[in-house]
């Protein structure tokens, strides 16, 4: 859909994924079963958007290919993997990072809070990030159909370690720690002080997409055509 020039481009996907097929730039590519981190073995680039240990297996093979890593989205920054995000890069850190074959993705909230950061100037920004299902992947998003048509039946039944998604807006364990680890990557981007972003996550009940609540302080200049 963007354009991204290749010759030739391969889905690979665990036993459970594969087989079945995508459609890509007009056309059905078939969704091979990924065997090892040498099926990576020469091709130019490898986006991995897979479960964390695969993300890992790969990188500590090195196959060959440029790593663009998207399992660190739910990670904190780390100096051994550099953490790129479209637009907030500048050009000459780009050039400096030439030399490295592994690069981090932040969470999709880091870039916007670091957006909104950069242009309020110094000073602390504090956000909410309010997650919808298809944050926490394909079995969230099931788990949250499945409650909310047994509430709406009267046959909600809950195990001792399940939490009720449905109808329901949670702070639990996983999103304060998503919420610290939101916090890093956008003060990270910015080359700020850890500290210089607070961030609260909540879990809502929608199937897709999420939202941003930021509140700051900043100076803006304004013109006499300003209004």
Same mark, same amino acid.
């Given at each position: 859909?963007? *354009?991204?020039?290749s010759e030739d481009?391969k889905?690979?996907?665990?036993?459970?994924g594969?087989?079945?097929?995508v459609k890509? +730039?007009?056309?059905?590519?078939?969704? =091979?079963e990924?065997s090892?981190?040498s099926?990576?073995?020469?091709?130019d680039?490898?986006f991995?958007?897979?479960p964390e &240990?695969v993300?890992r297996?790969? +990188?500590? +093979?090195?196959? *060959?290919?440029?790593l663009? &890593?998207?399992?660190?989205?739910?990670?904190?920054p780390?100096q051994a993997?550099?953490?790129?995000?479209p637009g907030?890069?500048p050009?000459e850190?780009?050039?400096?990072?030439?030399?490295?074959?592994?690069f981090?993705?932040?969470?999709?909230?880091?870039?916007?809070?670091?957006?909104?950061a950069?242009?309020?100037g110094? *000073?602390?920004?504090?956000?909410?990030?309010?997650?919808g299902?298809?944050?926490?992947? !394909?079995r969230?998003?099931?788990?949250?159909?499945? #409650?909310?048509?047994?509430?709406?039946?009267?046959?909600?039944d809950?195990?001792? &370690? =399940?939490?009720q998604?449905?109808?329901?807006?949670?702070?639990?364990?996983?999103?304060?720690?998503?919420?610290?680890?939101?916090?890093? !990557?956008?003060?990270a981007?910015l +080359?700020?002080?850890p500290?210089?972003?607070?961030?609260?996550?909540?879990?809502?009940?929608?199937?897709?997409?999420?939202?941003l609540?930021? #509140?700051?302080?900043?100076?803006?200049?304004?013109?006499? !055509?300003?209004?």
């Amino acid at each position: 859909e963007r *354009g991204f020039p290749s010759e030739d481009l391969k889905l690979f996907a665990s036993s459970k994924g594969a087989d079945g097929t995508v459609k890509c +730039a007009g056309e059905e590519l078939l969704v =091979e079963e990924y065997s090892a981190p040498s099926a990576l073995a020469g091709f130019d680039v490898a986006f991995l958007a897979a479960p964390e &240990d695969v993300a890992r297996e790969v +990188a500590a +093979a090195a196959p *060959g290919p440029l790593l663009i &890593d998207l399992s660190t989205a739910s990670r904190l920054p780390s100096q051994a993997i550099p953490m790129l995000s479209p637009g907030m890069v500048p050009r000459e850190r780009i050039a400096e990072l030439r030399r490295h074959r592994h690069f981090a993705t932040p969470h999709p909230a880091a870039p916007a809070l670091a957006l909104f950061a950069s242009a309020l100037g110094p *000073g602390r920004l504090a956000a909410t990030a309010m997650l919808g299902a298809s944050a926490s992947g !394909q079995r969230m998003i099931a788990r949250l159909v499945k #409650q909310t048509t047994d509430l709406l039946g009267a046959r909600l039944d809950l195990g001792d &370690d =399940e939490s009720q998604r449905a109808f329901n807006v949670t702070m639990r364990e996983n999103e304060r720690a998503l919420a610290d680890v939101i916090a890093a !990557q956008a003060a990270a981007i910015l +080359a700020r002080a850890p500290d210089a972003v607070s961030v609260r996550a909540g879990a809502i009940p929608v199937l897709h997409g999420s939202a941003l609540g930021i #509140q700051g302080a900043g100076e803006i200049e304004a013109s006499d !055509q300003d209004w």
